[in-house]
C-alpha cells in the first residue's frame, strides 16, 4: 500500500547512520536519508544498485493490481546500520509520515521506484512511493499513515 507519492527525504533519528556526499550527487538525487547527525542521498542509479524488491498489490490510488519494485526499507536501513527509532518519509509536497522501525521488516515495505516496470515520473506521483505488500501491514490502508 502507498504511503504517499514522490517521497524525497526519510529522515530517521535514530543510532547509526550514513556516509556525507558530494554535491553533484545531491543535484541529482530523488532520496535523501537523515541519521542523526548524518545525510546520505541517493540517485536513481544509486537506488537501483542497491538489492531490489517487487511485488504485487492494490492500492487506492491505482486501478487493478500493479507491480511494484524498489529498495526494501529493512534493506535501505540495514545498510545505514538504523535499527531503532522513528522514520519520518517527507514527499517532494512537505506531506510527511512517520513509520516506526519495527515496521521495517523483510517483505515490508519498499521505496518503490517502478510501477509495472516503469520508472513513476513526477507528474505520476513520483519518482518514489513507499509501498507495502498489503492493505493490512502497516495500517496502510489509512491514507494519514
Not at 514522490?6 to 556526499?21: D, E, Y
Amino acid at each position: 500500500m502507498t504511503f504517499q507519492a514522490f517521497t524525497k527525504t526519510i529522515t530517521a533519528a535514530l543510532c547509526g547512520a550514513a556516509l556525507a556526499t558530494a554535491v553533484s550527487a545531491q543535484e541529482d538525487a530523488v532520496l535523501t536519508v537523515t541519521a542523526g547527525d548524518m545525510e546520505h542521498t541517493y540517485t536513481m542509479e544509486q537506488l537501483k544498485e542497491l538489492p531490489s524488491s517487487s511485488f504485487e498489490t492494490e492500492t487506492i490510488w491505482t486501478e487493478g493490481a500493479q507491480t511494484f519494485q524498489g529498495v526494501s526499507l529493512k534493506d535501505l536501513m540495514d545498510t545505514l546500520d538504523v535499527s531503532e527509532g522513528m522514520i519520518e518519509a517527507t514527499a517532494i509536497n512537505d506531506y510527511a509520515v512517520e513509520i516506526p522501525m519495527e515496521d521495517a521488516v523483510s517483505d515490508g515495505p519498499i521505496i518503490a521506484y517502478a510501477n509495472n516496470d516503469k520508472e513513476m515520473s513526477r507528474r505520476g506521483k513520483g519518482p518514489l512511493w513507499i509501498v507495502s505488500v498489503s492493505y493490512t501491514h502497516l495500517r496502510a490502508h489509512e491514507t494519514d499513515y
